[in-house]
């Protein structure tokens, strides 16, 4: 089963940083859709649990040198 979580991302300068987290982000097995806008500072990302956990997850984005949080 799907699981969806929405990340607050701090340290975007513009949309292509948007973009480049969404493809980092599709890039790992397991992550089905990663849809991240600039203006809201937020990222929604869609995976599956049993492939892919949301450390690994927080990690890729933080390895882009982005801050996040989850977002409540």
């Known amino acids: 089963m799907m699981k969806t979580v929405t990340l607050k991302i701090v340290g975007m300068h513009c949309t292509s940083c948007a973009m480049n987290i969404d493809f980092e982000l599709e ?3 397991g992550v089905r859709e990663a ?3 600039y203006a809201k500072q937020k990222t929604v ?3 599956d ?3 892919v956990n949301l450390g690994k997850i927080i990690e ?3 390895s882009l ?3 996040v949080k989850v977002a409540s």
Do not use: G, Q
């Open 35 to 37: 849809s991240t806008n």
């Open 65 to 67: 040198e982005y801050e």
């Open 60 to 62: 890729v984005i933080k």
């Open 45 to 47: 990302v869609t995976f």
């Open 49 to 51: 649990p049993n492939v």
């Open 27 to 29: 890039d790992l097995k």
